[in-house]
Each structure stands twice: as structure tokens, then as C-alpha cells.
């Protein structure tokens, strides 16, 4: 049996079904773009049938995507598996993917049916995309749920009928890892022309083993996956691209390779965020923004002494610059040398490290995390302030009326303002903030938190931003969501001026 798996990405037809995250044309052949950059093999663009804007979206991609095969959805309807012909016209390699559900909840109660209809239907719908072209994918949809020997009776004849894929989905979720991977053996063993057709794991996330569930199937003789960048997807989502990359990656026991370039994989789940306006949740397995993130001061010394002490992943191996040693009360000794010594503050005698610590520990106890600045501070007593400070805010919206933000900002002992028209007020804003300080800055992440206390009323907005291919964080607190909005966005550019060897004022002031 091959060892190499298929990578099937569904991003921008399951992923899309998200309430919210739908995208444009342009958008589509964007990601379209860095999914083949990235190495996959089939990327489902769309259910053409579903609209005009999936139709054309298929078609553009079709264009524009030359090397992965381009997929479109049907159900098992001669009209649908029509409009998907068309729709994939220009398409290098064209695949339609059809069919059908294959449990008894789906074959009784949503089409009223019986068992023997439902592969006729199967069947006849493969066979009439077979007419137009070569490649075809048949899907049993709840196939999780359904009786392993109909199901193997329903995938042999499919496979007859000329379905060189056949995608046995868990769509709802519903299957443990061992139930899951004992399905794709049992196919592999009872389907006498099993050999002809690639078996596919598609699979749901409603009880978090999405992932487990994926590689179960593939470690039981499936060679496709249907995954999703970020895992997102219907409900809870679904199998992560990035998650079964780096689960073939890291077990080399599996003998299992892929084409994926696993390099690009954080920046575009970067880019996949930021199209669909669905943030990264920070403990998301491998993109998550707290995933190469150590807080705890044994886990910080184990990282600082030897990487793999407490990281199974080199974080550039997925596109992350680097590990994040993030100072707190839990942090150790350790830690704070690595941090005052990246600051400058080098060749501290044992005891003077001592005196550091223990004014650290008591300025840790009472905020959630230390910064630079408060390093600086500490060691040198000398009072920091922000480069870059928030002077004045106005903002002028409505229906009738294009959103200007006004901003003054203070630098140094200097202040600049700007106004500038954008797609919202905060848009707006930010983009008087750029126009002011004249740099390239791209938002990469807006999340809005309320609290709400009766008479006030607060909201807290996080950001990450990026500047010089790499990421910053900040986070603004105010009872106005726009001034919230442009305080988090300063938070997260003054960040940027410590890491430099003169401040961001200057830089500023000399543009």
C-alpha cells in the first residue's frame, strides 16, 4: 500500500459554512492560491448548485490553481452533478464529488427511502458524473453511524460504478478513534475491489476527536483526509490540515509522508482568520497563539536549557518565528536572565539575579504579565513610558455618512494627527494610526470581549498585529469599543519599538 496521504481541503466549502465566515471570488482564489503553495493535493472549492457566487468561485479557481485537482460538491442529482461539470471546465484536474446518505437515520427519515434504493441512487449518480470526467469522489454521508455491512455493500458498488475515491464521513461527529478505524479496516477487508478506490476520512469535531477519529482511519488503510485550515467547519468543525501534518511529521512510527510544505501552515492560518473574521482560539493545537507559549518557570527552564524538553514541534517546522518564554509569577530565575539579558542587562552576578527576582516576584504578583518597559523599570528605576500614546480620538459614522476617524497621537514630545475614511470606525481609525506613523502594519487578529457591570459598561479589545513578518499582541480597555480598539492597536505597535535599537519616536520622527 502507498504510504503517502492525500491531503483534501474543504477550507472553502465546509469551512465556509461557518454563520459569517462566508468569503468572495477574490478572497476564495487568494487562499485557493496558498493552499497550493502549500502543497495540498485536492481542494474542494465549492457546491456550485448552492449559488451563483459558489458556481463562479469554482470556475475562477479552476483558472487560476494548476496543480492540485479542483473538487466541487453534488448530491446524488443529475442537475447538480451538471451545473459541477460546468462549473469545472477549466479545471486542470477535475473531480466531482457526490453522493448520498449511507445510515439508517439518513436513508429512512431524510429521504424516506430504503436501503437498496439509496445505493441505486449512488450508484446512477456516479455513473452519470462519470460522463464528464474521469475523476470521481463518492461520499456516504453518516457513515459513522451506519451498519458496517450495508456500508461495505454500498462502497463495492460505487466503486464498480467507476468512484475512484470513496469518502466514508463522520458527520456528526459521533465515532470514537478505535469504532472509526475499525470501519476503514473493515472496508479494507470486506470490499472485494477495495484496491480500485482510495478510501477518505472526513470527519466532524461535536466530540473533539475530529483529529483522533482521522488518524485512526489512516492508520487502518485510508489515504486521503478531508481536512479544514484551523479546523473549522459546520458546528464544531472539522479535522485540522494542520494538526494530522504535524501527527505524521512528529510520529515517524506511522511510516505515513504528505506533500504538505508544513512551513506555511502558520501563515496561512493567519490569513484564513483574517478573511473569515473567525480569531484562533490561543490554545488551538499547533497555530494557536499560545502553542509554543511557556508560562510555568519548570517548563521555562527545561525550554531555555533544551527545546524538546517540553516542545515536540520546532516552532519554525510550521512557520512560527519562535517560542514565546512569557513572564508571569510562575516564571523562574531562568526565565527573567533570558529576558534582562535579551534587554542588554548581561553578566549579573548570582546575587545581583537574586535582588532581580525577588523585585520581579513582587511585581508579577500584581499584574497578569510583564512587559519590557516593566523590566527596564525594575532594573534601572527610571520611568517608561509608551512611544507612541493615544491624544485625542474622533470618529464620525452613520448611514448616509463614509466613517472618518480623526486621531492624535503623541510622539515624544511631539503630536501628530490624521484622518483618514475606512470600511467601519475602527477601520478608520487604525488607518489614521498608519498614516500617522508611517509604517506597514497588518492586522492579523481583532477580538472584542465585553464586561458588563450595570452602569459601566467596559470592553476589552485583544489584537495581533504584524510588522516585519513578525507578530505582536495588545490589548485595550475603555467604555468607548473605538477607543478600545486604537489603545489595544497602540499597545501592540509600541511593542515593537523594544525590540529595536532606538525607539519607535525616532523612527517616527525621522520618516
Same mark, same amino acid.
Given at each position: 500500500?502507498?504510504?503517502?496521504?492525500?491531503?483534501?481541503? #474543504?477550507?472553502?466549502?465546509?469551512?465556509?459554512?461557518?454563520?459569517?465566515?462566508?468569503?468572495?471570488?477574490?478572497?476564495?482564489?487568494? !487562499?485557493?492560491?496558498?493552499?497550493?503553495?502549500?502543497?495540498?493535493?485536492?481542494?474542494?472549492?465549492?457546491?456550485?448548485?448552492?449559488?451563483?457566487?459558489?458556481?463562479?468561485?469554482?470556475?475562477?479557481?479552476?483558472?487560476?490553481?494548476?496543480? =492540485?485537482? !479542483?473538487?466541487?460538491?453534488?448530491? @446524488?442529482?443529475?442537475?447538480?452533478?451538471?451545473?459541477?461539470?460546468?462549473?469545472?471546465?477549466?479545471?486542470?484536474?477535475?473531480?466531482?464529488?457526490?453522493?448520498? %446518505?449511507?445510515?439508517?437515520?439518513?436513508?429512512?427519515? $431524510?429521504?424516506?427511502?430504503?436501503?437498496?434504493?439509496?445505493?441505486?441512487? %449512488?450508484?446512477?449518480?456516479?455513473?452519470?458524473?462519470?460522463?464528464?470526467?474521469?475523476?470521481?469522489?463518492?461520499?456516504?454521508?453518516?457513515?459513522?453511524?451506519?451498519?458496517?455491512?450495508?456500508? *461495505?455493500?454500498?462502497?463495492?458498488?460505487?466503486?464498480?460504478?467507476?468512484?475512484?475515491?470513496?469518502?466514508?464521513?463522520?458527520? #456528526?461527529?459521533?465515532?470514537? =478513534?478505535?469504532?472509526?478505524?475499525?470501519?476503514?479496516?473493515?472496508?479494507?477487508?470486506?470490499?472485494?475491489? /477495495?484496491?480500485?478506490? /482510495?478510501?477518505?476520512?472526513?470527519?466532524?469535531?461535536?466530540?473533539?476527536? @475530529?483529529? *483522533?477519529?482521522?488518524?485512526?482511519?489512516?492508520?487502518?488503510?485510508?489515504?486521503?483526509?478531508?481536512?479544514?485550515?484551523?479546523?473549522? %467547519?459546520?458546528?464544531?468543525?472539522?479535522?485540522?490540515?494542520?494538526?494530522?501534518?504535524?501527527?505524521?511529521?512528529?510520529?515517524?512510527?506511522?511510516?505515513?509522508?504528505?506533500?504538505?510544505?508544513?512551513?506555511?501552515?502558520?501563515?496561512?492560518?493567519?490569513?484564513?482568520?483574517?478573511?473569515?473574521?473567525?480569531?484562533?482560539?490561543?490554545?488551538?493545537?499547533?497555530?494557536?497563539?499560545?502553542?509554543?507559549?511557556?508560562?510555568?518557570?519548570?517548563?521555562?527552564? %527545561? !525550554?531555555?536549557?533544551?527545546?524538546?524538553?517540553?516542545?515536540?514541534?520546532?516552532?519554525?517546522?510550521?512557520?512560527?518565528?519562535?517560542?514565546?518564554?512569557?513572564?508571569?509569577?510562575?516564571?523562574? $530565575?531562568?526565565?527573567?536572565?533570558?529576558?534582562?539579558?535579551?534587554?542588554?542587562?548581561?553578566?549579573?552576578?548570582?546575587?545581583?539575579?537574586?535582588?532581580?527576582?525577588? $523585585?520581579?516576584?513582587?511585581?508579577?504578583?500584581?499584574?497578569?504579565?510583564?512587559?519590557?518597559?516593566?523590566?527596564? +523599570?525594575?532594573?534601572?528605576?527610571?520611568?517608561?513610558?509608551?512611544?507612541?500614546? +493615544?491624544?485625542?480620538?474622533?470618529?464620525?459614522?452613520?448611514?448616509?455618512?463614509?466613517?472618518?476617524?480623526?486621531?492624535?497621537?503623541?510622539?515624544?514630545?511631539?503630536?501628530?494627527? *490624521?484622518?483618514?475614511?475606512?470600511?467601519?470606525?475602527?477601520?478608520?481609525?487604525?488607518?489614521?494610526?498608519?498614516?500617522?506613523?508611517?509604517?506597514? /502594519?497588518?492586522?492579523?487578529?481583532?477580538?472584542?470581549?465585553?464586561?458588563?457591570?450595570?452602569?459601566?459598561? #467596559?470592553?476589552?479589545?485583544?489584537?495581533?498585529?504584524?510588522?516585519?513578518?513578525?507578530?505582536?499582541?495588545?490589548?485595550?480597555?475603555?467604555?468607548?469599543?473605538?477607543?478600545?480598539?486604537?489603545?489595544?492597536?497602540?499597545?501592540?505597535?509600541?511593542? !515593537?519599538?523594544?525590540?529595536?535599537?532606538?525607539?519607535?519616536?525616532?523612527?517616527?520622527?525621522?520618516?
Amino acid at each position: 500500500m502507498d504510504n503517502k496521504v492525500y491531503f483534501f481541503d #474543504t477550507t472553502l466549502r465546509d469551512g465556509e459554512q461557518v454563520p459569517g465566515c462566508q468569503l468572495d471570488t477574490h478572497e476564495k482564489i487568494e !487562499i485557493a492560491k496558498q493552499l497550493e503553495a502549500l502543497g495540498v493535493d485536492v481542494i474542494e472549492a465549492g457546491f456550485p448548485i448552492s449559488s451563483p457566487g459558489d458556481f463562479q468561485s469554482v470556475v475562477a479557481i479552476s483558472k487560476v490553481v494548476k496543480n =492540485p485537482t !479542483i473538487c466541487a460538491l453534488t448530491r @446524488a442529482v443529475e442537475k447538480d452533478i451538471e451545473v459541477a461539470a460546468e462549473a469545472l471546465r477549466f479545471a486542470k484536474h477535475p473531480r466531482i464529488h457526490t453522493g448520498i %446518505g449511507a445510515s439508517d437515520y439518513h436513508i429512512k427519515h $431524510k429521504f424516506n427511502s430504503t436501503r437498496d434504493e439509496v445505493i441505486a441512487r %449512488g450508484v446512477a449518480a456516479v455513473k452519470y458524473a462519470k460522463k464528464f470526467v474521469e475523476d470521481i469522489e463518492f461520499f456516504a454521508e453518516d457513515a459513522g453511524r451506519a451498519d458496517n455491512v450495508f456500508l *461495505a455493500r454500498m462502497i463495492e458498488a460505487v466503486i464498480a460504478a467507476g468512484a475512484t475515491v470513496v469518502n466514508i464521513p463522520d458527520t #456528526t461527529g459521533y465515532c470514537l =478513534p478505535e469504532e472509526y478505524g475499525q470501519k476503514i479496516r473493515f472496508l479494507r477487508e470486506n470490499v472485494s475491489n /477495495i484496491d480500485k478506490a /482510495i478510501i477518505s476520512c472526513h470527519c466532524h469535531n461535536d466530540l473533539g476527536m @475530529a483529529t *483522533a477519529n482521522t488518524i485512526a482511519g489512516i492508520a487502518n488503510g485510508a489515504r486521503q483526509v478531508e481536512v479544514t485550515i484551523n479546523g473549522i %467547519g459546520e458546528r464544531a468543525g472539522n479535522t485540522s490540515l494542520e494538526e494530522v501534518a504535524m501527527v505524521l511529521k512528529t510520529h515517524k512510527s506511522l511510516d505515513l509522508y504528505s506533500n504538505i510544505n508544513t512551513k506555511k501552515i502558520y501563515p496561512l492560518s493567519l490569513l484564513v482568520s483574517k478573511m473569515m473574521r473567525m480569531p484562533v482560539q490561543p490554545n488551538k493545537a499547533v497555530v494557536g497563539r499560545n502553542a509554543f507559549a511557556h508560562s510555568s518557570g519548570i517548563h521555562q527552564d %527545561g !525550554i531555555l536549557k533544551n527545546r524538546q524538553s517540553y516542545e515536540i514541534m520546532d516552532p519554525e517546522e510550521v512557520g512560527v518565528p519562535q517560542h514565546a518564554i512569557i513572564l508571569t509569577a510562575r516564571s523562574g $530565575k531562568h526565565a527573567l536572565k533570558h529576558h534582562l539579558e535579551r534587554l542588554g542587562y548581561n553578566n549579573l552576578s548570582k546575587e545581583e539575579l537574586v535582588i532581580a527576582y525577588q $523585585k520581579f516576584l513582587k511585581l508579577a504578583d500584581g499584574k497578569k504579565d510583564v512587559n519590557d518597559d516593566d523590566l527596564i +523599570l525594575m532594573m534601572d528605576g527610571k520611568v517608561t513610558h509608551s512611544a507612541i500614546e +493615544l491624544n485625542r480620538l474622533q470618529v464620525v459614522c452613520g448611514e448616509s455618512i463614509a466613517p472618518t476617524a480623526t486621531v492624535e497621537l503623541k510622539i515624544g514630545d511631539e503630536i501628530k494627527s *490624521a484622518s483618514m475614511v475606512g470600511n467601519g470606525p475602527v477601520n478608520a481609525a487604525m488607518r489614521a494610526v498608519d498614516s500617522i506613523i508611517g509604517e506597514q /502594519i497588518d492586522l492579523e487578529e481583532y477580538l472584542v470581549q465585553s464586561n458588563i457591570n450595570r452602569s459601566y459598561d #467596559t470592553a476589552k479589545v485583544h489584537v495581533r498585529i504584524c510588522h516585519h513578518n513578525k507578530s505582536y499582541v495588545g490589548f485595550g480597555v475603555d467604555t468607548d469599543i473605538i477607543t478600545a480598539s486604537v489603545k489595544a492597536y497602540l499597545n501592540a505597535i509600541n511593542k !515593537i519599538s523594544s525590540l529595536k535599537a532606538k525607539s519607535y519616536s525616532e523612527v517616527v520622527l525621522a520618516n
